[in-house]
């Protein structure tokens, strides 16, 4: 550790986001870089404590808590504090082929687990990571590296989310010639359509890992849906193996009246098309506008937030976001110790941009909704809200109890359903014959990651469930190493 004193003299500082009245007008990230001399301060901050639970990802009461790939995190703090920034990059893709994505869209788990946090504002490691990896390419660094000899094995990945890229990347680098194959006219999945580009830019930051990897030898075929314009037969009979990383895009939908309404619709079609739009010319060129309209999201989640900045981009007149569970608390509850993800109550990037417009944070926590009401036209115009209480039933579950007397009616001619995701599509799944377990995820054990086809893997949201971009990427080296052990009786994969 080169700063024993460092968590001592300095505070935590990140860098100044632009102002949300400025970035709610364009399509670009809002995040700004700190100057070298502070982030070496930041990253003098690191403890080396001995008990680095940041860099070990756990599941602590269902929650991440640390980093589920492992990222070497004391080590390039220390390597960042002594300017050693190459050497810091090094070992940050040791344990991460993607930190310019999770250096973006991470939660930081981490951070909830630094020991620093005990008693103070934790390191501000998702920050140091992201700086790492930016000047990483500024610098030139960041090269195309294809393996030297190839096995003349060949492998199929179905998917290019987080899970499928760091997969093909981690096979590939085995020397095994992948080909990835996603049904979207773009790859990367969740990172290219899930994610608006103000949090993760498509062009810059995506496409460039993309194009590095098609350097490298990877091939990728895209508007390629299997089932439809793909055979699934073709992946066993042309591929030495397939690694199923589709996600888990089943969306949780809300089955009230009301709900065939034009105008209702799933975050992901909002988000999706958005995408689409700015990327193909424009977002008012976008399928589905909150211009001028009231803007109801259902949901307290990312892709909630997602919906919030997104509709304050386009200009929305009006916008409440519906949240059924209770407001977190200011400071970690009793129930709620370290080195669990903290539960407490924060403003996203998309709630400081409501804020900033109409005065005030749009969440209503506590509430649901109980009917969508349209007009002549068949188009939703308003909906009806009920607070709720949670309470246990007979079996000692709790669960929601409507408020009598609490019902309101909230104008609404955009409605977005960002309640999670369900599993997997199961279409698919079908076609190939894999066996799926009772969450409707594909029945493959963790770090083994084999189905019930020989030679057929699977990883990420689509064998786990909904999780973390982080997550996927755990699996999808976890997947690849097993693939490579398959393919060649063993593995130097981590």
């Given at each position: 550790?080169?700063?024993?004193?460092?968590?001592?003299?300095?505070?935590?500082?990140?860098?100044?986001?632009?102002?949300?009245?400025?970035?709610?007008?364009?399509?670009?990230?809002?995040?700004?870089?700190?100057?070298?001399?502070?982030?070496?301060?930041?990253?003098?901050?690191?403890?080396?404590?001995?008990?680095?639970?940041?860099?070990?990802?756990?599941?602590?009461?269902?929650?991440?808590?640390?980093?589920?790939?492992?990222?070497?995190?004391?080590?390039?703090?220390?390597?960042?504090?002594?300017?050693?920034?190459?050497?810091?990059?090094?070992?940050?893709?040791?344990?991460?082929?993607?930190?310019?994505?999770?250096?973006?869209?991470?939660?930081?788990?981490?951070?909830?687990?630094?020991?620093?946090?005990?008693?103070?504002?934790?390191?501000?490691?998702?920050?140091?990571?992201?700086?790492?990896?930016?000047?990483?390419?500024?610098?030139?660094?960041?090269?195309?590296?294809?393996?030297?000899?190839?096995?003349?094995?060949?492998?199929?990945?179905?998917?290019?989310?987080?899970?499928?890229?760091?997969?093909?990347?981690?096979?590939?680098?085995?020397?095994?010639?992948?080909?990835?194959?996603?049904?979207?006219?773009?790859?990367?999945?969740?990172?290219?359509?899930?994610?608006?580009?103000?949090?993760?830019?498509?062009?810059?930051?995506?496409?460039?890992?993309?194009?590095?990897?098609?350097?490298?030898?990877?091939?990728?075929?895209?508007?390629?849906?299997?089932?439809?314009?793909?055979?699934?037969?073709?992946?066993?009979?042309?591929?030495?193996?397939?690694?199923?990383?589709?996600?888990?895009?089943?969306?949780?939908?809300?089955?009230?009246?009301?709900?065939?309404?034009?105008?209702?619709?799933?975050?992901?079609?909002?988000?999706?098309?958005?995408?689409?739009?700015?990327?193909?010319?424009?977002?008012?060129?976008?399928?589905?506008?909150?211009?001028?309209?009231?803007?109801?999201?259902?949901?307290?989640?990312?892709?909630?937030?997602?919906?919030?900045?997104?509709?304050m981009r386009h200009g929305c007149k009006s916008l409440v976001q519906i949240e059924?569970?209770?407001?977190?608390?200011?400071?970690?509850?009793?129930?709620?110790?370290?080195?669990?993800?903290?539960?407490?109550?924060?403003?996203?990037?998309?709630?400081?941009?409501?804020?900033?417009?109409?005065?005030?944070?749009?969440?209503?926590?506590?509430?649901?909704?109980?009917?969508?009401?349209?007009?002549?036209?068949?188009?939703?115009?308003?909906?009806?809200?009920?607070?709720?209480?949670?309470?246990?039933?007979?079996?000692?579950?709790?669960?929601?109890?409507?408020?009598?007397?609490?019902?309101?009616?909230?104008?609404?001619?955009?409605?977005?359903?960002?309640?999670?995701?369900?599993?997997?599509?199961?279409?698919?799944?079908?076609?190939?014959?894999?066996?799926?377990?009772?969450?409707?995820?594909?029945?493959?054990?963790?770090?083994?990651?084999?189905?019930?086809?020989?030679?057929?893997?699977?990883?990420?949201?689509?064998?786990?469930?909904?999780?973390?971009?982080?997550?996927?990427?755990?699996?999808?080296?976890?997947?690849a190493r097993e693939c490579d052990r398959y393919l060649m009786g063993y593995t130097?994969?981590?």
């Open positions: 550790m080169g700063k024993p004193t460092g968590f001592i003299e300095y505070l935590r500082e990140l860098p100044v986001d632009r102002t949300p009245t400025e970035r709610v007008k364009d399509w670009k990230e809002f995040h700004h870089h700190m100057e070298e001399k502070k982030l070496r301060q930041q990253g003098a901050r690191c403890m080396d404590c001995g008990i680095p639970f940041c860099h070990t990802g756990k599941l602590i009461s269902g929650m991440a808590s640390g980093c589920p790939i492992n990222n070497l995190i004391p080590e390039w703090n220390d390597l960042v504090y002594r300017g050693l920034w190459h050497e810091a990059l090094d070992r940050l893709h040791k344990t991460n082929n993607f930190p310019d994505f999770t250096g973006r869209v991470c939660p930081a788990p981490c951070e909830g687990s630094c020991v620093l946090g005990l008693n103070n504002p934790p390191v501000t490691i998702k920050n140091i990571e992201a700086a790492i990896i930016d000047r990483g390419w500024e610098e030139g660094w960041v090269v195309p590296e294809p393996p030297a000899v190839r096995t003349g094995k060949k492998v199929a990945v179905i998917g290019s989310g987080p899970a499928g890229l760091s997969c093909a990347a981690q096979l590939n680098k085995a020397g095994h010639s992948v080909t990835v194959f996603e049904r979207a006219d773009r790859p990367g999945g969740l990172l290219m359509y899930g994610i608006p580009n103000m949090k993760l830019d498509k062009k810059e930051v995506v496409l460039r890992r993309i194009k590095q990897m098609e350097q490298e030898g990877i091939k990728f075929i895209c508007n390629a849906n299997v089932g439809d314009n793909v055979e699934p037969q073709i992946f066993l009979k042309e591929y030495d193996a397939t690694v199923i990383c589709t996600g888990a895009t089943q969306p949780r939908d809300l089955p009230i009246e009301g709900r065939q309404l034009k105008g209702v619709y799933f975050a992901m079609e909002f988000l999706g098309a958005n995408t689409k739009a700015v990327l193909d010319g424009g977002a008012e060129h976008a399928l589905i506008s909150a211009q001028k309209k009231d803007v109801v999201v259902i949901g307290g989640g990312d892709t909630g937030t997602d919906c919030v900045g997104t509709s059924i569970l209770p407001k977190p608390p200011t400071e970690r509850a009793a129930d709620n110790p370290w080195p669990e993800w903290p539960k407490v109550y924060k403003m996203d990037y998309g709630q400081e941009e409501a804020a900033a417009k109409f005065g005030a944070d749009p969440r209503v926590y506590l509430t649901t909704v109980k009917k969508f009401v349209g007009d002549e036209q068949g188009h939703v115009k308003e909906l009806v809200t009920v607070e709720i209480k949670w309470e246990k039933n007979e079996k000692g579950q709790f669960i929601p109890k409507e408020q009598p007397g609490t019902e309101q009616t909230r104008p609404a001619q955009l409605v977005l359903l960002a309640m999670g995701f369900l599993g997997p599509e199961q279409a698919l799944l079908k076609e190939i014959g894999v066996e799926t377990d009772p969450r409707s995820n594909i029945k493959a054990e963790h770090e083994k990651y084999t189905t019930s086809i020989k030679g057929v893997f699977a990883a990420g949201d689509c064998r786990r469930g909904q999780s973390l971009v982080v997550w996927a990427i755990n699996e999808g080296r976890g997947a130097d994969l981590p």
